[in-house]
Nanobody
């Protein structure tokens, strides 16, 4: 079955960097669009970045220029490089896989916390 396992979250100081990883299995990874979402306490889940099967990317305005999404189809991995982290980046970050028929699968999430 489809499995998405996020890793790389943690506590980082304002201005610091983290790289999130998502290990995918159970589906034809190269055919799927992948994305990172996040959900802060008391807020709705929001799109952070997405990458198509062809490698095209899209970012939320709040992270443009700071975050970079990438994928490695040979390893079935998707990454989110996060630089210049801000307090408002604190959230649980989720990996999403979307099939060509628009079926969605979610990972369990990884916590990212920022501090002064």
């Amino acid at each position: 079955q489809v499995q998405l396992v996020e890793s790389g979250g943690g506590l980082v100081q304002f201005g610091g960097s983290l790289r999130l990883s998502c290990a995918a299995s159970g589906f034809t990874f190269s055919s799927y669009a992948m994305a990172w979402y996040r959900q802060a306490p008391g807020k709705e889940r929001e799109l952070v970045a997405q990458i198509s099967s062809a490698g095209g990317t899209n970012y939320a305005d709040s992270v443009k220029g700071r975050f970079t999404i990438s994928r490695d189809d040979a390893k079935n991995m998707v990454y989110l490089q996060m630089n210049s982290l801000k307090p408002e980046d604190t959230a649980v970050y989720y990996c999403l896989a979307q099939s060509p028929t628009l079926r969605r699968y979610w990972g369990q999430g990884t916590q990212v916390s920022t501090s002064s």
